[in-house]
Nanobody, 127 residues
């Protein structure tokens, strides 16, 4: 059974940085797609960064150049490095896996239809 657990959220001022981690068990890092989503109050969930089994990455336009997704296959951890944070980055951040998806497809099309989800970690960016 696949299990995901996020950590690293918190409160930060605009322009600051945070690194989120997602500990993963029961999932092959070399296959499928892993992604970070965020959901702000009143907004739909959106994919912000995704990484394929081969390490290829795709980002939402709103975070391109500021966020970096990476994974450590040995430690079974997915990361999201967030720099130059803005108040509009505030929200609950979730990691998720999608065995049959590519990172490009996830960013462009997926909101809720991933295979497995973590419970989320809250990021608050103040101005």
């Amino acid at each position: 059974q696949v299990q995901l657990e996020e950590s690293g959220g918190g409160s930060v001022q605009a322009g600051g940085s945070l690194r989120l981690s997602c500990a993963v068990s029961g999932y092959r890092f070399s296959s499928g797609c892993m992604a970070w989503f965020r959901e702000a109050p009143g907004n739909q969930r959106e994919a912000v960064a995704a990484i394929d089994g081969d390490g290829s990455t795709t980002y939402a336009a709103s975070v391109e150049g500021r966020f970096t997704i990476s994974k450590d296959s040995a430690k079974k951890i997915l990361y999201l490095e967030m720099d130059s944070l803005k108040p509009e980055d505030t929200g609950m951040y979730y990691c998720a896996t999608g065995e049959s998806y590519t990172s490009e497809y996830v960013i462009a099309n997926v909101r809720y239809g991933m295979d497995y989800w973590g419970k989320g970690t809250l990021v608050t960016v103040s101005s």
